[in-house]
């Protein structure tokens, strides 16, 4: 069996598309442009590629791009008032704080100082109370677009058997919920799980999201299981920096029935969701539908 490929750059361009679709009839009907607030503290390489890819993505699609890029030594009381000042702004229906931030500001703190309703990361402490319950909140942008993939890929998830490798609070966790919330029958394994191997064998989905190279070899897969790799670890092979996922994707690919590459496959999706969930906010702050298709 050889896999077929999940592209997550074409469908990435195709929610980029439908986003850029709706903005436009949202701009038309009733004179709203999304706004999306990103926060940047410091000089992080990574943190200011992403930003810089985040803030041309929201212009490109129609929206409106704030980007706030403050001191590395900026005080917590700095950021929190620059936060106060976006909440309260109505041009503003996404905020965005990049992480992650110097050692002297709290994460947490941070986080939960934005607007649920603007919390476009699906962090805050309200949003994950509210999606762990099954009720309306904003999802977590990668673990959205691993479900919009797997919709994609499927149709109906009812009833499937799915592992997801990772219990973080930004992919593990949220993933697990949002396939409840499809009726997959769900197990969260992690490095402490006995018989991890069985665990994922058994699985007709598996979503890696660990954090540790090619940790998952092909002889670990079902026969025909969708594999969707989270994971983006740069290795050094032959002498060259290489980007590889969670999943050892040559053997998973040999027995999986579909697979998302790395690079190419959930990371587009991110950015794609991010521009999704401000969309969805600036409906919900104006008391509009939803847009359909790009929600959990």
């Not at 917590?76 to 936060?83: K, R, S």
């Not at 941070?110 to 603007?118: E, L, T």
């Not at 890696?208 to 025909?224: S, T």
């Amino acid at each position: 069996m050889v896999a077929q490929v999940i592209d997550g750059k074409a469908f990435a361009a195709k929610v980029r598309a439908q986003v850029a679709d709706q903005v436009a009839k949202l701009k038309e009907e009733n004179g709203i442009t999304p706004g999306l607030a990103v926060v940047l503290v410091g000089e992080d390489p990574a943190s200011q590629v992403y930003v810089r890819s985040k803030g041309k993505m929201t212009v490109e699609v129609g929206m409106n791009s704030y980007e706030h890029k403050l001191d590395v030594d900026t005080s917590e009381e700095d950021l929190l008032a620059l936060i106060d000042k976006l909440n309260n702004d109505p041009a503003v229906h996404g905020i965005l704080v990049q992480l992650p931030l110097p050692k002297h500001l709290n994460e947490d703190l941070v986080i939960n100082s934005i607007d649920p309703a603007k919390d476009v990361d699906g962090f805050h402490i309200s949003n994950v109370g509210l999606l762990g319950t099954g009720q309306k909140s904003m999802v977590p942008c990668t673990p959205l677009g691993c479900l919009m993939m797997l919709r994609d890929h499927h149709g109906s998830l009812s009833g499937m058997d799915a592992v997801v490798i990772g219990r973080s609070n930004i992919v593990g966790k949220p993933m697990a919920q949002l396939l409840l919330g499809d009726s997959c029958t769900v197990t969260i394994a992690h490095s402490r799980t006995k018989d991890l191997p069985d665990v994922v064998r058994r699985a007709d989905i598996v979503v890696a999201a660990v954090g540790r190279p090619e940790m998952v070899p092909g002889d670990w897969i079902k026969e025909g299981a969708t594999v969707i790799d989270v994971g983006i670890n740069r290795i050094e092979r032959d002498g060259k920096n290489k980007l590889v996922g969670d999943v050892d994707y040559a053997s998973a690919a040999e027995r999986a029935g579909a697979i998302t590459p790395v690079p190419g496959g959930v990371g587009p999706m991110t950015i794609a969701c991010l521009l999704a969930n401000t969309l969805t906010a600036a409906c919900r702050s104006n008391g509009l539908p939803e847009p359909e298709g790009l929600t959990a």
